[in-house]
């Protein structure tokens, strides 16, 4: 049977306001009050279902038609909001490394190894809050929870220019990494839910390049405070006033106006909303589950592909912490004022901006996400070579081999959509993304203390360190991709295939990726 946009169908009616999913029409099970409280609005693979047997009763034709409407309205229009977060919680972390410039550690009385610390102080947070984020986004509503940690975070961020110590500014960062950890793996399940496989990295790609775009404007941001005069504060401290008071103010927007899944996208309409839910049906992965399983658990924990997962993460930590927190100190250090050196790094961004679109769009091609990460990781390789043998006297090209290290970005995203497109049951992907952002924080942790301040500028013990790190990288992801590549040729030669709808309805069954013998994973 076929139905136009304009359709409207009968739809269950509910009993009471608390018995139905927000903004669907569908029936959810009657709850107690506290069992309203944890699951109303995230038992939503039956809703799903739902939703998904609703749409069969289209044409195909027509729900691929209308899937391209509903593809580009969230694209347009929920990727935007991705992309302005982001792009504010990482010019949250970047405000220390930009006021650095401008004699934050004299005025804090930071000495010997300070500055290292209070930069691994925010990923010591991080990893505290890793794991309970990812266990509560399996059971709460997005949407509002980063609204709503926008607004702390925000204020946090702005209570960096009150403290007047080392010790002061480490536990502020320490709380700000706590609050942020909610961000990256939130728009990672994020992203799964609402664009389907092929689509993930591209997504996931333009939203982490803003940090690029946040390195343009935090460098522009610092160099305008940095000629700033006649002001009542140090101009270091301004830096931290105004990044936090936007992260507030853009709280606003997400808490009103931000999806938690195609089931309730304030944007579409209640058919598009069925649509959405059949497009991404065929990721076999469902929607979301709040129950805890825990031989999901113990899945994950015997998994070897999942071990070779988290590995790549600490090793991508690693140079993540070192490019975001040093880069500033490192360009400095090329005999450039305060002033220079922060202009300098804008150009970095750009760098990263066009990777990041670059390798998303690689790795749409079939099999080449796992090739895409090689791929990025070579730039950075080609940069830290260059830092090592170039001589002083050529600053400006030790300048551009540092703006290649800002390509990192690109295969950092592309390893974090790893989880989403190939990890199957809900709590098994919950334990293994929750292990994996606290891998790479304790990589984030690590980075910056490869910097020892005696060898500054050029820093060769931790330029050698990176090195190794990027050939780790490599390795890592070479295995995983040969991994999944074997398992897939083993699934195809027993013939492990389905019915397309079969195989749509099991991914609402919350079937891990080993329980499930149809799925497939991407390589």
């Known amino acids: 049977m076929t139905a136009k946009m304009s359709e409207k169908n009968d739809?269950?009616?509910?009993?009471?306001?608390?018995?139905?999913?927000?903004?669907?029409?569908?029936?959810?099970?009657?709850?107690?009050?506290?069992?309203?409280?944890?699951?109303?609005?995230?038992?939503?693979?039956?809703?799903?279902?739902?939703?998904?047997?609703?749409?069969?009763?289209?044409?195909?034709?027509?729900?691929?038609?209308?899937?391209?409407?509903?593809?580009?309205?969230?694209?347009?229009?929920?990727?935007?909001?991705?992309?302005?977060?982001?792009?504010?919680?990482?010019?949250?972390?970047?405000?220390?490394?930009?006021?650095?410039?401008?004699?934050?550690?004299?005025?804090?009385?930071?000495?010997?190894?300070?500055?290292?610390?209070?930069?691994?102080?925010?990923?010591?947070?991080?990893?505290?809050?890793?794991?309970?984020?990812?266990?509560?986004?399996?059971?709460?509503?997005?949407?509002?929870?980063?609204?709503?940690?926008?607004?702390?975070?925000?204020?946090?961020?702005?209570?960096?220019?009150?403290?007047?110590?080392?010790?002061?500014?480490?536990?502020?960062?320490?709380?700000?990494?706590?609050?942020?950890?909610?961000?990256?793996?939130?728009?990672?399940?994020?992203?799964?839910?609402?664009?389907?496989?092929?689509?993930?990295?591209?997504?996931?790609?333009?939203?982490?390049?803003?940090?690029?775009?946040?390195?343009?404007?935090?460098?522009?941001?610092?160099?305008?405070?940095?000629?700033?005069?006649?002001?009542?504060?140090?101009?270091?401290?301004?830096?931290?006033?105004?990044?936090?008071?936007?992260?507030?103010?853009?709280?606003?927007?997400?808490?009103?106006?931000?999806?938690?899944?195609?089931?309730?996208?304030?944007?579409?309409?209640?058919?598009?909303?069925?649509?959405?839910?059949?497009?991404?049906?065929?990721?076999?992965?469902?929607?979301?589950?709040?129950?805890?399983?825990?031989?999901?658990?113990?899945?994950?924990?015997?998994?070897?592909?999942?071990?070779?997962?988290?590995?790549?993460?600490?090793?991508?930590?690693?140079l993540n912490g070192a490019v975001t927190n040093f880069m500033s100190a490192i360009i400095k250090g090329f005999n450039f004022d305060a002033l220079r050196a922060s202009l300098l790094q804008a150009p970095g961004g750009a760098f990263e901006v066009v990777s990041c679109i670059l390798l998303g769009w690689f790795s749409l091609l079939p099999n080449m996400v796992g090739v895409s990460i090689i791929i990025g990781c070579l730039p950075g390789i080609a940069g830290l070579v260059g830092i090592l043998t170039i001589g002083i006297e050529h600053r400006y090209a030790l300048v551009a081999m540092c703006w290649l290290e800002n390509v990192l970005g690109s295969p950092v995203v592309l390893n974090w959509t790893v989880p989403g497109l190939n990890i199957a049951g809900h709590t098994k992907r919950s334990t293994v993304i929750g292990i994996y952002f606290a891998c790479f924080v304790v990589g984030d942790i690590i980075g910056p203390h490869l910097f020892l301040p005696w060898e500054a500028p050029r820093y060769p013990t931790a330029i050698k360190g990176l090195l190794g790190t990027y050939c780790a990288v490599v390795v890592f992801q070479g295995l995983y991709t040969l991994w999944c590549w074997l398992d897939n040729r083993e699934r195809d030669r027993l013939g492990l295939h389905a019915e397309v709808e079969e195989e749509q309805l099991e991914g609402f069954e919350d079937l891990t990726d080993r329980q499930n013998k149809h799925f497939r994973y991407k390589l």
């Open 11 to 318: 739809v269950p009616i509910a009993e009471s306001p608390v018995d139905t999913e927000h903004g669907t029409g569908f029936v959810l099970p009657k709850q107690n009050a506290i069992q309203r409280l944890i699951h109303r609005r995230n038992d939503l693979n039956e809703l799903g279902r739902d939703m998904l047997q609703k749409s069969l009763q289209y044409d195909r034709a027509q729900l691929e038609a209308d899937a391209i409407k509903v593809r580009w309205k969230l694209d347009l229009l929920v990727l935007p909001m991705m992309m302005t977060t982001y792009m504010l919680s990482f010019l949250d972390k970047q405000t220390l490394n930009y006021s650095n410039a401008y004699g934050l550690q004299q005025d804090t009385k930071m000495t010997g190894d300070n500055y290292s610390w209070v930069a691994s102080a925010l990923y010591f947070g991080w990893l505290c809050g890793a794991w309970p984020w990812n266990m509560l986004l399996q059971r709460v509503a997005i949407g509002k929870l980063v609204g709503g940690m926008l607004f702390v975070w925000g204020a946090v961020c702005m209570l960096q220019a009150t403290v007047f110590n080392f010790s002061g500014f480490f536990a502020v960062r320490f709380f700000l990494g706590m609050l942020e950890a909610c961000l990256s793996p939130a728009w990672v399940i994020l992203t799964s839910m609402l664009w389907t496989r092929k689509e993930q990295t591209l997504r996931s790609s333009i939203w982490l390049c803003t940090n690029g775009v946040s390195n343009i404007l935090g460098a522009l941001l610092a160099y305008a405070s940095g000629v700033a005069g006649g002001l009542a504060i140090s101009q270091w401290k301004l830096i931290f006033l105004i990044v936090g008071a936007l992260t507030f103010v853009w709280g606003f927007v997400i808490l009103l106006y931000l999806p938690d899944g195609p089931h309730n996208a304030k944007m579409l309409t209640e058919y598009e909303r069925v649509v959405a839910v059949w497009r991404v049906s065929n990721n076999q992965i469902g929607l979301k589950d709040a129950t805890i399983r825990p031989y999901q658990i113990k899945e994950a924990l015997l998994d070897g592909k999942c071990y070779l997962l988290w590995m790549t993460g600490i090793a991508l930590g690693i």
